[in-house]
């Protein structure tokens, strides 16, 4: 089948007014422990086209690292191999069913992440032996070409991965000075003695990439655009630093001088102190941001638009010394500004795919520079309604139409359950009450009506709110180290009266296709 034209899909370029849902691949159903990318996915596909949504938005999909957060990956080049469906693993026969006997003990509705990983790893691990075994020369020769392709990266990363499993998941700074390092000789040694593992590695993203990119062509078939996201800092602990430590501030030991954060904002009085190191600006600008282009096109590979998150930081950024214990003591140093973008403009086109997650503290400064560069920016209910129209944030009512506007993200919790936890503030209820028309019945569809009849060109709703979810289906609490990620609907939630229901509001308000209007 032709891949149909997906400008209408893409609102951000071209000002159409679609709708879609916020959903991590990780959320999917699925037998296995974690959501992946086999049928549940496509079903989750078939879902959004039946309730007329052009748009399926996902987090980072890289290999996740600390508190098994998808903003802190062992590599912002690489694939989730958790994702991998063993289902489709097992249909190219390099698998056999016996091997898959005791995944169906984990728990459906959460992800139990400290066995699925272990219990994958050695899956993904038979399936490479299976692949070397019974593979057919076509499938041989396309993941010979898929390592070639991907060389620049994949190299670094399956062996960061392999010195990473055989330290025990140590910090890399902590291994021998030789690796740690980055030493060539040592390296080459460990590249020779290691050929096995390293490819069981490089196998395990051949299947992701594989998988990834038959469900984004299945998305294209039916007239879904994928919004992707990349984090705009990288984790310490990852391939990504320890390959290109002088585009980083560390120290000889590799260990960072100051941090990237947030000061006291609405998440937390504190502030937010994510300890990723920050970029070598001055070094970066040097090959014309070399490694971040290189960055946008793999993120662009595998999504149509990426939302960058904390733009602000190409603005100006929060950095705070390396040891302090909360972000606090931090200061606001100058970013690349628009020289970064009119890099990425030089290498990728005039019209950058991307949007701005332009949301905490925003100054005039930072909302000049995304309008320069011509970037959508972000905006969000529930930041949008306070105790008046003076203490709003930003009210539907003042949304422009180059704003992608959401019910809430991922670090927000369903908006039945911030709607809830909102009792007892009887002025701020008052007031919402009276904005949003509503007596608090139906509250989240009171909601996801209220933006898609607003003017912004995109909405984005997270599925928990179209399902009506409360507190139990958070699926990150920043500044909470443990105990976020695992949320994942059940296949029998997406029903027909859901369906329906969305569909409804999204022909209601003009954010169907052009040929899906008027359909039943």
Not at 142 to 159: M, S, V
Not at 269 to 284: A, V
Not at 321 to 334: I, L, S, Y
Not at 426 to 444: H, P, W
Request: aromatic content about 12%; overall charge negative; glycine content about 10%.
């Amino acid at each position: 089948m032709d891949k149909p034209d997906l400008q209408p899909a893409l609102c951000f370029l071209n000002r159409e007014r679609a709708s879609g849902i916020l959903l991590h691949p990780t959320s999917l159903p699925g037998p296995y422990g974690i959501g992946d990318l086999g049928k549940e996915a496509y079903r989750f596909v078939d879902f959004l086209v039946d309730a007329g949504q052009r748009v399926w938005q996902v987090l980072p999909l890289g290999p996740t690292g600390y508190g098994d957060s998808p903003y802190q990956s062992f590599s912002t080049f690489a694939g989730n191999p958790l994702l991998v469906s063993l289902e489709r693993l097992l249909a190219e026969g390099w698998l056999r069913p016996e091997d898959l006997d005791g995944g169906c003990d984990f728990p459906a509705g959460t992800v139990d992440y400290g066995a699925v990983i272990s219990w994958k790893q050695e899956i993904l691990r038979k399936a490479h032996d299976g692949f070397r075994a019974h593979g057919s020369a076509a499938q041989k020769e396309a993941f010979e070409e898929f390592r070639n392709a991907n060389r620049h990266w994949l190299g670094d990363y399956a062996l960061f991965m392999v010195l990473k499993i055989s330290h025990g998941y140590e910090m890399w700074t902590k291994w021998e000075e030789r690796l740690s390092l980055h030493r060539q000789v040592a390296l080459d040694r460990a590249r020779k003695e290691l050929a096995d593992e390293i490819e069981a590695i490089q196998f395990a993203q051949f299947a992701f990439f594989t998988q990834w990119r038959e469900l984004r062509d299945y998305c294209h078939q039916q007239g879904v655009a994928i919004i992707g996201d990349i984090p705009i800092y990288t984790a310490h602990d990852s391939a990504d630093v320890w390959a290109n430590r002088e585009l980083f501030q560390l120290d000889a030991g590799g260990n960072p001088t100051v941090v990237a954060g947030v000061p006291p904002d609405y998440f937390s009085r504190t502030g937010q102190l994510w300890g990723n190191p920050i970029y070598r600006w001055d070094r970066l600008a040097e090959t014309r941001y070399s490694w971040w282009v290189g960055r946008l096109r793999a993120s662009l590979d595998l999504a149509d638009v990426v939302r960058i998150d904390h733009f602000r930081g190409f603005e100006d950024y929060w950095e705070v010394p390396a040891g302090e214990p909360t972000a606090v003591n931090g200061r606001w140093v100058p970013g690349p500004k628009d020289e970064f973008f009119q890099a990425l403009r030089s290498a990728i086109g005039e019209d950058l795919p991307i949007i701005a997650e332009n949301l905490g503290i925003i100054t005039p400064e930072v909302e000049n520079l995304r309008k320069r560069v011509g970037l959508p920016g972000m905006a969000v209910l529930q930041f949008g309604l306070g105790h008046d129209a003076r203490s709003s944030d930003l009210p539907p009512h003042e949304y422009e139409r180059d704003t992608v506007a959401y019910t809430g993200t991922h670090d927000n919790e369903p908006i039945l359950a911030w709607w809830k936890g909102l009792r007892g503030d009887a002025k701020r209820e008052t007031y919402i009450g009276k904005y949003l028309d509503t007596d608090g019945r139906d509250f989240n569809w009171v909601c996801i009506r209220r933006l898609m009849e607003s003017v912004a060109n995109t909405t984005v709703f997270p599925l928990q709110d179209v399902l009506g979810l409360g507190k139990e289906a958070r699926l990150n609490c920043p500044g909470q180290a443990k105990g976020n990620w695992t949320w994942r609907y059940r296949p029998e939630q997406l029903t027909d009266e859901v369906t329906g229901r969305l569909r409804d509001l999204t022909e209601v308000y003009g954010r169907l296709a052009d040929d899906e209007r008027g359909r039943p």
